[in-house]
């Protein structure tokens, strides 16, 4: 790298690297160690010693090989000054002459890296943790994320954050989790769970529940990632593709979904081609893979059914080509599938757009409110068929009515100006 690098440019160069490998980094130390606690911990202070020594010496030529390296020799140190752990030091030191000189060449160790980081995976989303440590630890071990980033996203501080991953790592431990890929009915328990997880963390990121950001892109963006590395560890499990295809699909819209001043833009009203056609291309081609999957018998799920509503969205050029018929039928075919009041909602909305907004009031009219907590999903979208059915001045009201409830400013000031707007019409 030129003399002239600035520290920062040191830094970038250390944190690209970290988010690039990290959950390789720890699953391999994991695998070695058979501790996360211990496997994150020593991965983290080859990440310290990187921001240390890389100004000084310059980036490597394989940056990950050298982590790896600097984070086998501290686990050495660490099971040398244990004397009871000799046996760790021995399998140790032969792992680090075996492996060393393969590190540079990750490709060829594709299978077993990638192993590892599929355990990890699973590992984060062990149903002794609740959901919302489930979430944390993902963020921490697999998508490499510093403990405030983590913070950030989920509006809270960096040592409230450090405690629940804290927690969370003990946990693991007393519940004797194993590093071992689980299998039959278990693997597919907890695949759904590591599917769940992302798709959480994605939702906080595109549309957050509080504060005063409409989204969170790092946080999308960041669960977009783990969908793809999940669907490239598992590419013949259709709920898996059908999870990346709506994240990708969702993810691609992210440019035009807030105003220049920053206020949101609802998806009617946005301009298209500010769309990311790439993340497009990626979604409809894992689409794709799934239903050829699908065809082959086998089964698909939610993840299955959103992704092809949300590809029906962005295969419409304009708002008026949309196929709302085919995604009412969709709407339909998830109720079934997966009923709940947050498709309820969603299918009135949809059959508001094919087929009139009485038609949407009457799926909505089935929706109690009080299934969906202080949400303002229920009024807001009865705002939208009272204003398409021209009876604003109850539009007016339930727009209101929502913005007493959310608890995100941006969604705020949209529903605030949407009631303002019934009103003066009614």
């Known amino acids: 790298m030129p003399a002239e690098t600035t520290t920062d440019q040191f830094t970038e160069a250390v944190h690209a690297a970290w988010r690039a490998d990290s959950a390789r980094l720890v699953g391999a130390l994991t695998r070695m160690t058979r501790d996360v ?6 991965a983290q202070d080859a990440l310290v010693a990187a921001l240390e020594q890389w100004p000084v010496s310059g980036v490597p030529e394989n940056p990950t090989a050298w982590l790896m390296t600097a984070a086998k020799r501290r686990g050495i ?39 590892d980081v599929l355990r990890l995976v699973f590992l984060s989303c062990h149903p002794s943790l609740t959901p919302d440590s489930r979430a944390a630890l993902t963020l921490r071990l ?11 996203g989920f509006l809270t501080t960096e040592s409230t954050m450090g405690q629940r991953i804290s927690r969370a790592k003990k946990t693991l431990a007393t519940a004797g989790a194993t590093f071992e890929l689980p299998t039959g009915a278990e693997r597919t328990e907890r695949l759904d769970d590591v599917m769940a997880v992302i798709y959480l963390i994605f939702n906080e990121g595109y549309t957050a529940t509080a504060g005063d950001d409409w989204m969170r892109p790092d946080l999308a963006a960041e669960a977009t990632r783990l969908a793809r590395m ?46 990311d056609e790439l993340m497009i291309r990626r979604g409809l081609a894992a689409l794709s893979r799934a239903s050829e999957l699908a065809a082959r018998g086998t089964p698909v799920g939610t993840y299955f059914l959103q992704s092809s509503i949300a590809a029906e969205h962005a295969r419409a050029p304009r708002a008026e080509d949309t196929d709302w018929q085919r995604i009412a039928a969709l709407y339909d075919v998830l ?92």
């Open 37 to 42: 606690e211990l496997a994150a911990d020593l």
């Open 77 to 115: 140190d660490h099971f040398r000054r244990a004397d009871n752990l000799r046996r760790k030091v021995a399998e140790l030191e032969g792992s680090a002459r075996g492996e060393e000189a393969d590190v540079p060449d990750l490709e060829s160790q594709v299978d077993h890296i990638e192993d």
């Open 142 to 152: 697999v998508g490499g994320l510093t403990t405030g980033e983590i913070a950030r």
């Open 230 to 275: 999940l669907a490239a560890l598992a590419p013949e499990e259709p709920e898996v593709l059908g999870l990346q295809a709506l994240l990708e699909l969702q993810g691609s819209r992210t440019a035009a979904r807030v105003s220049a001043s920053g206020s949101p833009v609802l998806l009617e009203e946005q301009d298209r081609t500010l769309w």
């Open 335 to 426: 109720a079934q599938a997966a009923p709940g009041p947050v498709v309820e909602v969603n299918r009135a909305v949809a059959h508001g757009r094919a087929y009139g907004s009485e038609a949407g009031l009457a799926v909505l009219s089935a929706v109690d409110p009080a299934s969906l907590g202080e949400s303002p999903l229920v009024p807001s979208v009865r705002g939208d068929l009272l204003e398409r059915a021209g009876e604003h001045a109850e539009a007016a009201a339930a727009f209101g009515d929502a913005a007493t409830l959310t608890r995100n400013e941006g969604e705020r000031a949209v529903l605030l100006r949407r009631a303002e707007d019934n009103a003066s019409r009614s």
